[in-house]
């Protein structure tokens, strides 16, 4: 029985990293002359998922019914899924609402790039060009269709960043002007610190399961604290200097260690009974890898320049915040209830911890391509 639910969780978690549902990504550039400004808009998105009419309210493609379809899709070449996509060109153009002064902008597909299939097991991100013209002084809003799920919309003027969003919903509109900067210190911390928090929940099961590992050791207070502080200390700071670009390591080489780093604090929970000398060392040195890990998200979604500062600190206050709802849960689920019983460690704690392990060791094989 024990074995049979510990393969069915390692499935349910590699379908939950392989097939998950990112934002998209829209990079608004608006570039002024003398007479019209023309606009050039960059979208990053996952194509198969909106070819296989997979819905934005699954936090992946496999819970929908449509997942065999997205599957087939993703094994497709480039130009075969170009094709498949210029059949719903033109509906993808109106499913993008970018007004002027409350009159639809007309836009044109100038280009599509899709990567190569790759490890088919992992979205990938197709990225399409569009362009247009609008008047040079002008009230814009900017908004996408609901059933392509959540985007993070980034206004440029002449490669300048002046606007940063977060669409999270299906009324959430970017409104903007290239002449009153609209962007402010309370608006870049509110996107900032739910992007922050939704890298953590629902999103990143692999930071999830690190913390879950934290609190399985001992759920008294005094060695939690030592174990999360580490973990925060040393993520804040290589996310501070991984999004400032002075420590830049490739993600082939940091999401393995991140997922034996998950491998390593299960094993150790279920050889160790308390809080070892060298524990909070360890998570430091695993939290910096974390750390960049939510730098390059970061440095993917970009940060707004003019609250550069703001930007990351707001990140890292929504990662907190996620992590401590994860412990809260963690306490809530376990501790209060099972914390103080003899059976905790036998029954709660070495399985969960054996499971985890499980988990973060095949992950690791799956990210260095050994599986």
Known sequence: MFVRSLIIFICFCQITFAHELKPAIANLNFNPTNTETNIQLKIQFNL????ANISPNHSDTDESENAQMYNQLRLLPPQKLIDKFNIIKSDFVKNILFLENKNKVELTVRNIIVPLVGDPSLSRETLVELTGNVSSNSQFQFKWSDNYGPIIVRVNKNDIDIVTKYLASKDSVAVFSLNVKEQTLFSVVKDYMTIGFLHILPKGLDHILFIVSLFLLSIRWGALIWQVSAFTLAHT??????ALGIVQISSSIVEPIIALSIAYVAIENIFFTKLTKWRPV?????????GLGFAGILNEIGVAKDYFIASLISFNIGVEIGQLVVLFLCFIVFGYWFGNKDWYRKFVTIPLSIMIAAIGLFWFLQRVSFI
């Open 48 to 51: 198969e998922a909106i070819l």
């Open 237 to 242: 700071v290589t996310i501070f200097l991984g």
């Open 282 to 290: 360890v998570v430091f040195l695993f939290g910096l890898l974390h």
